[in-house]
């Protein structure tokens, strides 16, 4: 019969956190910004983004989920235009 061996070692887990965010980091969202065109499902993934790390900055509290989109496009537009111009 075989026997499992256990490693005296120490155990540690990772912590899961409640909801995972977007995978979007900084180097991603600018070469999408640097782009010279944005096809609307690239935008509405940077603007989801954008709205989950809103939300997350106000603890996930329920009834803001709205303003948080619309400030979200607002963020995405405003760098877009910025890219564009300069």
Known sequence: MATKRVSPGKKTTKQKTAAAAPELTNGA???VL???R???DTR???VAAEAYL???RRGFAAG???EDWVAA???VDSRLE???VA
């Open 64 to 66: 803001n989920e709205l």
């Open 38 to 40: 944005i096809d609307p």
């Open 54 to 56: 809103l939300a997350e």
């Open 29 to 31: 969202a600018m070469a």
């Open 73 to 75: 496009e607002r963020l």
């Open 82 to 84: 910025q890219m564009h």
């Open 34 to 36: 640097e782009s010279t």
């Open 44 to 46: 509405r993934r940077l």
